[in-house]
């Protein structure tokens, strides 16, 4: 096994990680939701089911993140000019962050809102 290869890809991933934090704001937003979400688990207390739920939503948030920005930016390099095709593109990615995200927003109501409605109420 090529170690240092290995490694070196650690170095570009976290290059990447590290360029979309300071490039892109949707991503410094989902980046401050998921601490919100977070700190609002450990104050809530979740079972362990619940912990792996929510580690994978947000995971999976910056994961389509990431691919999102991937996309535009193989898109802007393709085509630099208006093209139907460059716009489909964008959109579609897009929709797929969108997508994700009302699916984790309407999980995270699943687990977190009975356990404060006894708080609440
Ligand atoms: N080359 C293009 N041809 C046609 N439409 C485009 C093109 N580039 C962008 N668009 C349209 O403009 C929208 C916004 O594109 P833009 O590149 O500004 O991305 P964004 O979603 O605003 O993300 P960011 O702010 O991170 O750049 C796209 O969703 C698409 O509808």
């Known amino acids: 096994m090529d170690i240092p290869k290995f490694l070196k890809s650690f170095k570009y991933a976290t290059h990447g990680i590290l360029h979309v934090i300071k490039s892109e704001q949707n991503f410094r937003f989902h980046l401050l939701a998921a601490i919100i979400v977070l700190l609002a688990s450990i104050i809530t ?3 362990s089911f ?3 739920i929510i580690i994978i939503l947000i995971s999976g948030m910056f994961m389509i993140e990431l691919v ?3 996309i535009e930016r193989v898109v802007d390099l393709a085509s ?3 093209h139907q095709l460059a716009l489909q593109a964008k959109d579609l990615a897009a929709g797929a962050c969108l997508v994700y995200a009302i699916c984790s927003a309407i999980v995270g109501f699943i ?3 009975p356990k404060w409605w006894g708080i609440i109420f």
């Open 111 to 113: 687990i977190f809102i």
């Open 50 to 52: 619940e912990w792996i």
């Open 45 to 47: 207390g979740l079972s």
């Open 68 to 70: 999102n920005a991937s």
């Open 80 to 82: 630099p000019d208006f």
